[in-house]
């Protein structure tokens, strides 16, 4: 009786928590997802980058798009502007943390149903303003407050860069600041 029981127990225990999970691999490396569910991804070191990279916007208005999932490995500090852009478009968001977790994945934008996107990476902002001649100096004065020449360089060149940016205003200019990159005031 005592070992029947156990059976039963041995049974149950493996149907709960036995299943053979299906590709762990891969859900390591994307967040606990399967690649083929996934329609955006950014690396941990575009996470952490000061600005909030406009292709993950435009996933999360994606009607495919259920989700967006943080590596939680990452400090609540570079993540808040996603979880944010999320709330604002009413998606939510989980935070992940697994000690399984391989890879470069920072965060991603899931779907229920495999979307077999075949690009889901984001280029570097570095690399595809720097290809547009943006020079170094104001490409990594993001955040930082920057005068309307400077600005319009930007904008007219990348406009979904416009919010990555605050313009100089005349009260800043008042109390002595000047622009992040040429010091005009
Ligand atoms: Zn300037």
Redesign the pocket.
């Known amino acids: 009786m005592q070992e029947e029981k156990s059976e039963l127990e041995k049974a149950l225990v493996t149907g709960f928590y036995g299943a053979p999970q299906l590709k762990p691999e891969e859900r390591n490396q994307y967040l606990g997802t399967f690649r083929e569910r996934i329609i955006k991804l950014l690396t941990k070191k575009q996470v952490v980058e000061p600005v909030i990279y406009s292709e993950i916007l435009e996933a999360l208005k994606d009607k495919r798009a259920v989700k967006l999932i943080i590596n939680g490995e990452i400090n609540s500090c570079f993540t808040d502007k996603y979880e944010k852009l999320a709330e604002g478009l009413q998606k939510p968001y989980t935070i992940l943390h697994d000690p399984d977790l391989k890879g470069e994945t920072g965060l991603i934008v899931v779907s229920d149903d495999a979307v077999d996107i075949e690009n889901i990476h984001v280029e570097d902002r570095e690399t595809r303003l720097k290809k547009l001649g943006i020079p170094p100096e104001l490409i990594h004065a993001a955040g930082e407050k920057?005068?309307?020449?400077?600005?319009d360089k930007i904008v007219k060149a990348a406009p979904n860069e416009a919010g990555n940016y605050q313009l100089?205003t005349f009260k800043d200019r008042f109390w002595g600041e000047e622009?992040?990159?040429?010091?005009?005031d």
Request: aromatic residues 16%; hydrophobic residues 40%.
């Open positions: 920057i005068c309307k020449d400077c600005f100089i622009c992040f990159v040429c010091h005009k």
